[in-house]
């Protein structure tokens, strides 16, 4: 009885897990994608501390355009630095002089000493600070960084320790259950079969290979040459899922071994 409560309770921690991690990935998708197309507006990273501690390093910045006509002193806006240059600074207005034309706004970030130098004409006006989002401007420029390769790393590994999650959960569920239900006295297992893969050893964008064979409930060998061969054990049908989580990595090289040589310790 309290077997079976404890893991219930962990298969819940798991899928409340889950869940988490898809609402947290569906917020920033939302935030960096989905809202600005929407509003027709953009999404910013906050690369200075000028606006802290209101807007730390490194969150993003919302921006809705906005009639320059309808900001007021005290408001957050970004404007472009320059014409011509994508560069752009979001302060907060100080002051609004209403007798040039066109109108200027004096901005001045919230932890600097002084206003910026010079006064913004309503033309450099991009938008007003809808809301923003702490440390996701950091993430987003570390992926882009290193280009489209890291962000579907990213995403696998993400995938790979969800995925060993509830293997682990199963696998001792399904143990288990055929323990209960051999008769001759022996240890039934579902490892019946394994498979071996040769990848590199930096294919896992800087995660060691070892983790990620242990998370799958297998073994790594380095064999030289910068390469190292995962053996993955299970039934086929597990060996298959495994094929396809493990496909972004790049296998090499691919051999199936017999059912026999699925026991391991």
């Known amino acids: 009885m309290h077997a079976n409560r404890w893991h219930q309770a962990t298969a819940w921690i798991v899928r409340v897990l889950l869940i988490a991690l898809l609402a947290v990935v569906a917020a920033s998708v939302a935030v960096l994608v989905i809202l600005p197309r929407a509003t027709h507006g953009t999404a910013l990273t906050v690369l200075t501390g000028s606006m802290t501690p209101t807007i730390p390093v490194g969150s993003v910045v919302l921006d809705r355009p906005v009639d320059p006509g309808t900001l007021r002193v005290g408001d957050v806006a970004t404007y472009q630095k320059a014409a011509g240059q994508a560069e752009y600074i979001t302060h907060r207005i100080v002051a609004i002089n209403t007798k040039t034309n066109p109108v200027t706004f004096t901005f001045k970030g919230d932890a600097n000493r002084g206003p910026d130098v010079a006064p913004v004409p309503a033309t450099a006006i991009r938008g007003k600070v809808w809301f923003h989002v702490a440390h996701l401007g950091t993430i ?126």
């Not at 040769?198 to 060998?221: K, M």
């Not at 380095?222 to 597990?238: A, C, D, H, N, Q």
């Open 140 to 265: 987003r420029d570390s992926i882009q960084s290193r280009g489209m390769r890291a962000t579907v790393m990213v995403f696998a590994l993400i995938g790979l320790v969800v995925y060993a999650a509830t293997q682990v959960l199963s696998i001792a569920r399904d143990r288990r259950a055929a323990r209960n239900t051999t008769k001759d006295g022996s240890t039934a297992t579902d490892e019946t079969a394994a498979m071996s893969l040769t990848f590199r050893a930096d294919a896992f964008d800087g995660t060691d290979p070892q983790l990620i064979a242990h998370l799958l409930q297998g073994a790594c060998r380095s064999i030289g040459g910068g390469r190292v061969v995962l053996t993955l054990f299970g039934s086929p049908e597990r060996l298959s899922e495994l094929r396809s989580v493990l496909e972004p990595f790049g296998a090499e090289d691919e051999q199936q071994l017999a059912g026999s040589a699925a026991s391991h310790a």
